[in-house]
């Protein structure tokens, strides 16, 4: 467990989904995943590697943003071909999205998504064209959060009935010293 000057990364969960999804279901849908036993932290990257088609590097990939209901997560893609991290990821991870604070996406996002590369033989050196500091010195936050779709109309996927293929979680950082008001 992180302490209060220490920030826990992502937890990157690799998925296998039960069945297909459904034939007319287009890839840039919501699906509401089902966790009773609260496997999943709002944030978290889960990334279902049986969606992988050769289109892009993270099209297996989705966001988990807080639902209606308690046990419960809207899975957001981001992106086929790179992250796009959701515009309100700051308040979703609680308020750990901070740049005045010394916490930024980075922090959080930069081992998940590295170990996610490594899964697939690349890097995030490989995804930004060799250049990871610019991505990250302004990283896309443009993932829109429409919270006017309803939990109801979304795909649902029961996480017991996921295939786990692994689970990584990583070391906490330690913050920067906030700063002395003088």
Known sequence: AATPSQLKPATLHVLRLPAPPRDDMDWGEWWLLVDPEGE????????????????????????ALPSEEKGKWRLVPGDVESPVFPATLGQLTGGQVNEDQGVS?????????????????????????????EFWASPDTSLKYPGTQRDAALWPVDLKSCTRVSTHRFDAVELAPKPQDN
Do not use: K, N, V
């Open 105 to 133: 996406l980075r922090q959080l996002y930069e081992p998940a998504l590295e170990q996610l590369m490594t899964l697939q033989g690349l890097s995030m050196a490989d995804l930004c064209g060799g250049d990871t500091a």
């Open 40 to 63: 999943i932290s709002a944030g978290d990257l889960l990334h279902f590697e049986d969606q992988l088609t050769g289109a892009g590097e993270c099209e297996g990939l989705r966001w």
